[in-house]
């Protein structure tokens, strides 16, 4: 669990980077742009405030009764995003099919509440998930013997490191991204008022598997998924 809390951690500073980059992109193109003339006197549609809680996110209950049969198995983690505004990202906690509070459902705590929100408001809620693997065993194959350190290659190495040039090591500064994997998602408006269901779609597959299937079952969760 703490393995996949670093993920969650990991995924959700990248994907506040992005959406704040994207808003940096977007105020700097605001700025090179002329200032439009603001209308007299215009109708425009009255403001309102959205609040999303008691997220429910339901399991296949084949996978909750194995789940607890093998309480010792490594299984999935889910973790819910929730992007408002204009690079307002909000997090869920972890979650399992052990913190499966209704038999097959895992309730969310998280509540979101966004002020002044205009009548073409648009909330994303995206699912992600973690399958656990088990422990991979790794093989030492170095070998015991020391290589012999004479005092003719000490001085030799001594003299060379003397000779050269002050010589700075090259780190590779590569990003990681996170294991984490978009399932599911859906997006709330003003139409959503109302209704307490929502289907997951907009499946994102990527890699391989991606380049596989192309643009195949991108409607809806995959079909080997514990949702």
């Not at 996978?63 to 973790?79: E, N, Q, W």
């Not at 819910?80 to 972890?94: F, K, N």
């Not at 003719?152 to 002050?166: E, F, G, H, I, Y």
């Amino acid at each position: 669990r703490q393995e996949a809390e670093a993920e969650r951690l990991l995924l959700v500073s990248t994907e506040k980077k992005v959406a704040l980059l994207k808003e940096l992109e977007r105020l700097r193109g605001e700025r090179s742009e002329e200032p439009e003339s603001c209308p007299s006197e215009e109708l425009r549609p009255c403001h309102g405030s959205v609040t999303i809680s008691d997220i429910q996110l339901p399991l296949k209950v084949d996978y909750v009764c194995k789940a607890i049969r093998d309480s010792g198995s490594l299984g999935h983690y889910f973790l819910i995003l929730i992007r408002y505004g204009s690079y307002d990202v909000v997090a869920t906690p972890l979650a399992s099919a052990a913190d499966a509070q209704t038999g097959d459902t895992i309730i969310f705590p998280t509540s979101v509440t966004l002020n002044e929100a205009g009548a073409d408001f648009k909330i994303e809620i995206e699912v992600y998930s973690l399958a656990q693997s088990g422990p991979t065993t790794t093989v030492d194959k170095r070998k015991s013997l020391k290589p012999k350190i004479t005092p003719k290659k000490l001085l030799s190495s001594r003299k060379t490191s003397l000779n050269s040039p002050a010589c700075s090591p090259a780190v590779n500064c590569s990003l990681r991204s996170s294991s984490f994997l978009l399932v599911g998602s859906l997006t709330l408006s003003l139409e959503s008022l109302g209704k307490f269901k929502f289907p997951l779609e907009k499946m994102k597959l990527e890699g391989k598997v991606g380049r596989l299937l192309g643009n195949h079952f991108q409607d809806k969760v995959p079909f080997l998924s514990p949702l």
